[in-house]
């Protein structure tokens, strides 16, 4: 167990719908990554926060959105859900924002868009 | 940029040993490396930091060449739970971790 949770674990849902997927960060860090990870594929980097700031983005599209609070949980959104967006969708926690902490990932949650 | 890992997959029988290997065409801070078995989250393994020393945990280890900016991932006397998809994700200052495609490794009995 990383320490980072993640909600729900599983979501099924239709093409032009929009979900709310959600990551809670091990005690004390502050910084979130969100990655998806399409059936047999790498980890492709979304969008990086460090106590409620976006710092990063990466191949994150338009119809996606994300967020961090104030008690450092973390939100992604995606809306407008097409086919292709099916896919494992992991969040990960660090303690620092800078380069050489340990990055710990969450369970991840497995959006099927039918 | 992304790094480049090799081998894609390989195939091992129970007791012997593997390398794996991952480079990148920029200047390295550090290299992490996880394993991911199907399904679930990619779990640390190590990391290795410019100007650090080789890692080692039970019968994995890993190296860092910080001239070659590559870096290898050692696995002796494999077990049957080592099989799963090897991932090096690497930093080169205060970015996100990028990671390769991935190795899958499968021992055999």
């Known amino acids: 167990d990383s320490g980072v949770t993640q909600t729900p674990k599983h979501l099924i849902t239709a093409t032009g719908q929009r979900v709310t997927l959600r990551c809670s960060p091990r005690?004390?860090?502050?910084?979130v990554y969100w990655y998806q990870q399409s059936l047999d594929q790498g980890l492709q980097f979304l969008i990086h926060?460090?106590?409620?700031?976006?710092?990063a983005k990466g191949n994150i599209l338009e119809r996606f959105s994300a967020q961090q609070f104030p008690d450092l949980h973390s939100e992604l959104n995606l809306s407008s859900l097409e086919l292709g967006d099916s896919a494992l969708y992991f969040c990960?926690?660090?303690?620092?924002?800078?380069?050489?902490?340990?990055?710990?990932f969450g369970p991840g949650t497995r959006l099927t868009v039918l | 940029q992304q790094p480049v890992q090799s081998p894609q997959a390989v195939i091992l029988r129970e007791g012997e040993d593997a390398v794996i290997n991952c480079s990148s065409s920029?200047?390295?801070?550090?290299v992490h490396w996880y394993r991911q078995k199907h399904g679930e989250a990619p779990v640390f393994l190590m990391i290795?930091?410019?100007?650090?020393e080789q890692k080692g945990h039970e019968k994995i280890s890993a190296s860092f060449n910080e001239k070659k900016q590559q870096s290898s991932l050692y696995l002796t006397a494999s077990q049957l739970s080592y099989s799963g998809t090897y991932f090096c994700?690497?930093?080169?200052?205060?970015?996100?971790?990028?990671f390769g495609k991935g190795t899958r490794l499968s021992v055999i009995a």
């Open positions: 994700g690497t930093e080169t200052g205060n970015t996100p971790l990028v």
């Open positions: 920029k200047a390295l801070y550090s």
């Open positions: 290795l930091l410019k100007g650090g």
């Open positions: 005690s004390g860090d502050l910084s």
């Open positions: 990960a926690s660090r303690g620092g924002d800078s380069a050489g902490y340990t990055q710990y």
């Open positions: 926060y460090y106590n409620g700031e976006e710092r």
